[in-house]
């Protein structure tokens, strides 16, 4: 197998089978389980390997001369399909319910080991009370947009947040 491209997924030495068995530690998932099969003979082996990650099996497309090669074949197979997947659904959450975006944000910064976002917001001067909230989470700054109240300004600034994040972290898969 000729060796692979590093690309924004795979940062550094690709290791396939480590990235995905990171992704699902991070996760909260099972460990992958792989299943590597000769369908060729003792003395021209032609490996073909499928893994098992979060209940879906991915299958590699080709065969291989030797078994590690089509396991990190199969994991970067499934590792991208994954990936794919995260970039077209989003965070299916973030669309549910913008209103928990505060939650989530505190979920994450418990799952990362990170500071606990700080809220600030402002009420400005003049007619009509709106709210504008900006918040500090691991070192950057994030405004919100404004809103006919705090605690609706303190969920646009976590949303917001949210949003930047999932471009940042999305090699991590959130």
């Not at 396939?16 to 369908?39: D, G, I």
């Not at 991915?58 to 590792?79: C, G, I, M, W």
């Not at 319910?97 to 009420?123: G, M, Q, W």
Request: net charge positive; hydrophobic share 35%.
């Amino acid at each position: 197998m000729a060796p692979s491209q590093s690309n924004a997924l795979f940062p550094g030495p690709l290791m396939h089978k480590n990235q995905l068995q990171e992704y699902a530690q991070k996760s909260a998932l099972p460990l992958p389980s792989y299943h590597t099969v000769n369908e060729g003979y003792p003395h021209a082996a032609k490996f073909r390997s499928t893994v098992l990650v979060n209940k879906t099996t991915y299958t590699s497309k080709l065969t291989f001369p030797n078994r590690k090669s089509a396991e990190q074949d199969v994991a970067k197979l499934a590792y991208d399909c994954i990936a794919s997947n995260f970039e077209q659904e989003g965070c299916p959450l973030i669309k549910q319910d913008p209103l928990s975006s505060k939650s989530i944000l505190h979920e994450f910064a418990v799952k990362r080991n990170l500071n606990f976002p700080k809220y600030t917001t402002t009420c400005p001067e003049g007619p009509g009370a709106v709210f504008i909230c900006s918040l500090v989470f691991d070192g950057r700054t994030y405004i919100g947009e404004v809103a006919g109240s705090k605690k609706l300004a303190e969920q646009q600034a976590a949303r917001s947040t949210i949003h930047s994040l999932l471009g940042t972290w999305k090699s991590l898969l959130l």
